[in-house]
């Protein structure tokens, strides 16, 4: 079943929030491959027919979890991005939201199985990235959009510059938490990354 079927007979009731819960929790300790349907079913204190009941597709399942937790991670980066503030104020607070989501459980777990998962489900990775990085992009996107017009960024290329922010504040510690060097990083490393991104942001593209 293709992820587009598949969501169209999503069907929500009373228990579909009890389900996802399950669902995230065996997702993150099994990962995607080795969470059962079973386990799903036991986690979430349902039947396997009430499972089913609303997601016939453990593929989509799964992408409605990630889509869930994504979601939630792009309406707060949406509450900052909608602010007019300068600059200054508002990326040193998105970097940090950017760089904690990274260091989260379900975003390295979410990342891994959608890596793993890419060739045989293409539309896993392709639903992740439209509800996570690629949301983000947007929403980061629609600030300095704004900034550029109250003139306090000067960028030619808005969504370039918006993957460029994403990326910088994935310097030094993501690549640690991709290949299992160190999982654990401090206030004061999480600072350090996000302020280093903010400063060579707004050394390429704020007003001289």
Same mark, same amino acid.
């Given at each position: 079943?293709?992820?587009?079927?598949?969501?169209?007979? &999503?069907?929500r009731?009373?228990? /579909?929030?009890?389900?996802l819960?399950?669902? $995230?929790?065996?997702f993150?300790?099994?990962?995607?491959?080795? #969470?059962?349907?079973? *386990?799903?079913?036991a986690?979430a204190?349902?039947?396997?027919?009430?499972?089913?009941a609303?997601?016939?597709?453990?593929?989509?399942l799964?992408?409605?979890?990630?889509?869930?937790?994504?979601?939630?991670?792009? *309406?707060?980066?949406e509450?900052?991005?909608?602010?007019?503030?300068?600059?200054?104020m508002?990326?040193?607070?998105?970097?940090?939201?950017?760089?904690?989501?990274?260091?989260?459980d379900?975003?390295?777990?979410? /990342?891994?199985?959608?890596?793993?998962?890419? =060739? $045989?489900?293409?539309?896993?990775?392709?639903? /992740?990235?439209?509800?996570?990085?690629?949301?983000?992009?947007?929403?980061?996107?629609?600030?300095?959009?704004? #900034?550029? =017009?109250?003139?306090?960024?000067?960028? =030619?290329d808005?969504?370039? #510059?918006?993957?460029?922010?994403?990326?910088?504040?994935?310097?030094?510690?993501?690549?640690?938490?991709?290949?299992? &060097?160190?999982?654990? /990083?401090?206030?004061? *490393?999480?600072?350090?990354v996000?302020?280093?991104?903010? =400063?060579?942001?707004l050394?390429?593209?704020?007003?001289?």
């Amino acid at each position: 079943m293709t992820a587009n079927a598949a969501l169209a007979t &999503i069907k929500r009731g009373r228990k /579909f929030d009890q389900v996802l819960e399950g669902a $995230r929790t065996v997702f993150l300790r099994d990962g995607f491959e080795g #969470a059962s349907v079973d *386990d799903i079913a036991a986690e979430a204190g349902v039947s396997k027919a009430t499972l089913y009941a609303y997601f016939p597709d453990k593929r989509m399942l799964f992408v409605e979890v990630a889509k869930g937790e994504c979601q939630r991670q792009a *309406d707060e980066a949406e509450a900052l991005v909608t602010l007019t503030a300068p600059p200054q104020m508002v990326l040193p607070v998105a970097a940090r939201k950017i760089v904690d989501f990274f260091l989260t459980d379900f975003g390295r777990s979410t /990342f891994r199985i959608c890596v793993a998962e890419a =060739e $045989r489900f293409p539309e896993l990775g392709q639903e /992740f990235y439209a509800t996570g990085p690629g949301l983000l992009n947007e929403r980061i996107s629609a600030y300095l959009t704004g #900034a550029v =017009e109250r003139g306090e960024l000067v960028i =030619e290329d808005i969504h370039l #510059a918006a993957a460029q922010f994403a990326e910088l504040c994935k310097a030094d510690i993501f690549p640690c938490v991709c290949f299992g &060097i160190k999982r654990e /990083f401090s206030v004061d *490393d999480r600072n350090r990354v996000a302020m280093g991104a903010v =400063e060579m942001f707004l050394a390429r593209y704020g007003v001289k």
